[in-house]
């Protein structure tokens, strides 16, 4: 089992804090670095010192450390086009020496979007279709070519297709409880199907639906990965997780029935069950980015056990 961190800092959380993050995540042993992409916090947070762009991050982020995978869940597609954004994460796959995946959502949060001015159109589900499109057109035009693409939002005349990844193929993440149309697109275009916040039983279907429309596209469905993404609130003793639980607005009970919360061993019981269902990755979600001693615990009480 691939265990990842996943921040979110649209909560509240300065470059320099996702670096110190980012850099124990190194440390720890974790597989990778994961962010959000968003420009408004959510429930009751405040937010400060304001938000980060994803992409922006990640730059910083591949220059400043050597191993673990970075990449987003998810890239909202609203926010860029796509003939940007194969740029943006070709660019930033080179400033990493090929480390880099892309998480790319529909977009979904509509208050951020009046916020700051970003439309936020009905059809966005058919964007992101074409996006995928392009994106992935993109980077699969041979060098010295040139990429074409007339779809019914986006249109590209004699794209050079420039820069290309340093992996060559950035691995793309998709993921979401849709039942019928995100299925499809996992199937056309994703290397990883990632379901959210969701229990053992809902990801067991989710993934057996994706799996159905791998095989529909006449792909094996094991040629992708699944996997999860959960909070994570880890403690040595009912009263440290009680205070982990308190510090990010969360009861011990909910946080154990909706994601990995209580003692190590009863954390590396539950993630054996999303094991059991065909996950082989979790992102955890850490959500106090102040608590190192969080991710310490988790690299050598849970991490260790999954090895």
């Given at each position: 089992?691939?265990?990842?961190?996943?921040?979110?800092?649209?909560?509240?959380?300065?470059?320099?804090?996702?670096?110190?993050?980012?850099?124990?995540?190194?440390?720890?042993?974790?597989?990778?670095?994961?962010?959000?992409?968003?420009?408004?916090?959510?429930?009751?947070?405040?937010?400060?010192?304001?938000?980060?762009?994803?992409?922006?991050?990640?730059?910083?982020?591949?220059?400043?450390?050597?191993?673990?995978?970075?990449?987003?869940?998810?890239?909202?597609?609203?926010?860029?086009?796509?003939?940007?954004?194969?740029?943006?994460?070709?660019?930033?796959?080179?400033?990493?020496?090929?480390?880099?995946?892309?998480?790319?959502?529909?977009?979904?949060?509509?208050?951020?979007?009046?916020?700051?001015?970003?439309?936020?159109?009905?059809?966005?589900?058919?964007?992101?279709?074409?996006?995928?499109?392009?994106?992935?057109?993109?980077?699969?035009?041979?060098?010295?070519?040139?990429?074409d693409f007339e779809g019914t939002?986006?249109?590209?005349?004699?794209?050079?297709?420039?820069?290309?990844?340093?992996?060559?193929?950035?691995?793309?993440?998709?993921?979401?409880?849709?039942?019928?149309?995100?299925?499809?697109?996992?199937?056309?275009?994703?290397?990883?199907?990632?379901?959210?916040?969701?229990?053992?039983?809902?990801?067991?279907?989710?993934?057996?639906?994706?799996?159905?429309?791998?095989?529909?596209?006449?792909?094996?469905?094991?040629?992708?990965?699944?996997?999860?993404?959960?909070v994570v609130c880890v403690g040595?003793?009912?009263?440290?997780?009680?205070?982990?639980?308190?510090?990010?607005?969360?009861?011990?009970?909910?946080?154990?029935?909706?994601?990995?919360?209580?003692?190590?061993a009863e954390v590396v019981d539950?993630?054996?069950?999303?094991?059991?269902?065909?996950?082989?990755?979790?992102?955890?979600?850490?959500?106090?980015?102040?608590?190192?001693?969080?991710?310490?615990?988790?690299?050598?009480?849970?991490?260790?056990?999954?090895?």
């Amino acid at each position: 089992m691939d265990l990842r961190i996943f921040t979110e800092p649209q909560q509240g959380a300065s470059y320099e804090t996702l670096l110190t993050v980012a850099k124990a995540t190194e440390d720890l042993g974790f597989d990778a670095f994961f962010r959000s992409d968003h420009y408004l916090a959510m429930g009751s947070a405040d937010g400060l010192p304001g938000p980060t762009d994803a992409w922006i991050t990640l730059a910083g982020l591949a220059r400043e450390t050597r191993r673990i995978r970075l990449g987003t869940l998810m890239t909202a597609g609203t926010f860029r086009r796509p003939g940007i954004l194969a740029l943006q994460v070709a660019q930033v796959d080179q400033m990493s020496g090929g480390r880099v995946e892309l998480g790319l959502g529909a977009g979904w949060f509509e208050e951020e979007h009046r916020a700051y001015g970003i439309p936020f159109p009905k059809e966005r589900f058919g964007r992101l279709e074409e996006q995928l499109a392009i994106v992935t057109g993109m980077w699969g035009t041979p060098p010295g070519g040139t990429f074409d693409f007339e779809g019914t939002y986006y249109r590209l005349d004699g794209c050079p297709a420039l820069p290309k990844p340093a992996q060559g193929k950035v691995p793309v993440l998709i993921g979401g409880h849709g039942a019928k149309r995100t299925p499809r697109l996992a199937a056309q275009y994703a290397d990883e199907f990632n379901i959210p916040f969701a229990s053992v039983e809902d990801s067991a279907r989710q993934f057996g639906r994706v799996r159905a429309a791998a095989e529909e596209a006449g792909r094996k469905p094991e040629e992708l990965v699944y996997s999860n993404a959960l909070v994570v609130c880890v403690g040595r003793s009912d009263a440290e997780v009680a205070r982990r639980a308190a510090a990010i607005g969360r009861e011990v009970d909910e946080l154990r029935a909706n994601g990995l919360a209580g003692s190590p061993a009863e954390v590396v019981d539950k993630i054996g069950r999303y094991a059991a269902v065909g996950s082989s990755r979790i992102y955890l979600q850490i959500l106090d980015l102040d608590d190192l001693d969080h991710l310490e615990l988790i690299a050598s009480q849970v991490q260790c056990r999954l090895d």
